[in-house]
């Protein structure tokens, strides 16, 4: 069973509770996320099953979307809902104006210092088993890139903001950071992720709706092909003889090229990988190849 899944992930459930939700579903051992979701998180979260598992990493690459209410005037030590209050400011003299004004800071390439709660790791365990015993680090703060931040409401003392952004980008930091530059703390309330790569909240697929189409034999309904993630990429029909040179990994002459990756096919319309341009040699060499 290859492919991958866009799930609706719920309200309370981990990413990695969803994903053993699938093994036991579809009985397929190989099956990975692409993007981790928090707990109290909701939204789409993309499911890879069998040799899809291999395109996980170019899903986690691609742009995401998100819907987020930040409540101002309280930061947590998660940064978020789940957490303990650890501060409390007064947001009373807030103005729309401040918020959206406040929030040009974070467009484009911004600084970010993820949170304690978060599975970055530090001397290689991961920061959250550290705050969960008390013990706070010094974290190194990375860069991230949001593509687009907008407020698109405002009940006081809760903005809720839509965010385009790369990987790697911490939402709760983004709460957090703006009640610090507000003056008055602020975390994050509610965070839905809308898209992630091709993959839209308005596609996906709950919980019980895939249970029943399990249960009643509609499940590949829902399944997307592997190279579904990969068409923003060129495409290569190769001969059979190429075919061959594919799966047997042995490159391709090319000459030159302006891309980096390109998907091949047989002739029949078979998937057969994923091909990357070494410019050095001139070939295109198979990165991933699909049987």
């Not at 990695?16 to 979701?37: C, D, N, P, Q, Y």
Request: include cysteine; proline fraction near 4%; hydrophobic fraction near 40%.
């Amino acid at each position: 069973m290859d492919g991958i899944l866009n799930i609706n992930k719920p309200w309370g459930e981990t990413s990695f509770s969803i994903v053993a939700m699938v093994k036991r579903l579809t009985g397929e051992r190989r099956v990975g996320h692409a993007g981790t979701l928090d707990p109290a998180a909701t939204g789409v979260l993309p499911v890879c099953l069998g040799q899809g598992t291999r395109v996980i990493e170019f899903l986690v690459d691609a742009t995401k979307a998100y819907r987020a209410e930040i409540e101002l005037g309280m930061t947590t030590d998660t940064y978020d809902a789940s957490g303990r209050i650890i501060e409390r400011g007064d947001p009373s003299g807030i103005s729309q104006d401040q918020v959206e004004s406040a929030l040009t800071s974070f467009c484009g390439l911004i600084q970010q210092t993820p949170p304690m709660y978060s599975a970055v790791k530090y001397q290689g365990k991961p920061l959250y088993q550290l705050a969960r015993a008390g013990i706070t680090v010094e974290r190194r703060s990375r860069l991230a890139k949001v593509h687009r931040l907008e407020l698109v409401d405002w009940q006081p003392p809760v903005a809720t903001i839509e965010v385009v952004c790369g990987k790697g980008t911490y939402i709760r930091s983004l709460a957090y950071d703006l009640g610090q530059a507000l003056g008055c703390g602020a975390y994050l309330k509610n965070l839905i992720r809308l898209r992630c790569g091709l993959f839209d909240i308005r596609d996906a697929v709950s919980v019980s709706q895939l249970e029943d189409a399990f249960r009643y034999g509609y499940w590949q309904y829902f399944i997307y092909p592997i190279d579904s993630v990969l068409l923003h990429w060129a495409a290569m029909v190769v001969s059979d003889d190429a075919g061959q040179s594919i799966r047997n990994g042995r490159p391709l002459p090319a000459g030159s090229s302006s891309e980096d990756h390109c998907r091949a096919y047989a002739l029949d319309g078979r998937f057969l990988g994923v091909l990357r341009f070494n410019s050095e040699k001139g070939q295109w060499q198979p990165e991933k190849v699909f049987l």
